[in-house]
């Protein structure tokens, strides 16, 4: 995995499937990772926990990734998904500034995109993902307004990075967009909370 092979990035393709932690997922996230297909990604945010915290469980969802296959990146600084094991950097757009340092460490650098500016932004980073949002109406932004398939696929084609959708993504709703997206070129990934969440309680239940 990239975060642990220094200067070097993955060859093959990156992960169509993502979840994004938050507070929401509580004791339910191993149960919402072990639902994740092999070859899924995550992307830790988690910003909330004491640093300790966050650095035990950035551990140990490295150690998970490691035997599932799994890709893992670390919303923060470069430095600090490299020191923490993980295969990549969520770079917030205030500290696109670091996506140069993260390619040299060699590792994944993905971007949240919510317009056109941002889009542009991810581009001149050199994104390697673009997480793309609100697709639809979601949660994790209550009353926030959609972009909807037409500026959703506007803004992926804009970022010249591997566009991943976010927001109320269901794999239905994932197939539909990339059915939708092949007039474009694109193939699009998908990343969620809910989803898995749900497919967690069902493992429990």
Known sequence: MPGR????KPSGHLPQRWLFTDARLGHALFAA??????????????????????????????GIARTRGLTLLLAGSPALARRWGADGVHL??????QAGGAHRLGLIVSMPVHDLREARVARRARADIAFISPLHP????????????????????????????????????????RRASKASGLAPGWAAIDHWLENASKRRA
Do not use: C, M, N
Request: overall charge positive.
């Open 5 to 8: 092979h220094p200067l070097s």
């Open 138 to 177: 979601t949660r994790s932004h209550p009353g926030a307004p959609a972009l909807g398939r037409k500026a959703w696929l506007r803004l992926a084609r804009s970022t010249g990075a591997q566009p991943v959708a976010l927001g109320g993504l269901t794999p239905a709703r994932a197939r539909a967009l």
């Open 92 to 97: 917030r757009q205030h500290l696109a500034e």
């Open 33 to 62: 990772v072990a639902a994740l297909p092999p070859g899924s990604g995550i992307v830790l945010r988690d910003d909330d926990r004491a640093p300790g915290a966050r650095w035990r469980l950035a551990r140990r969802l490295a």
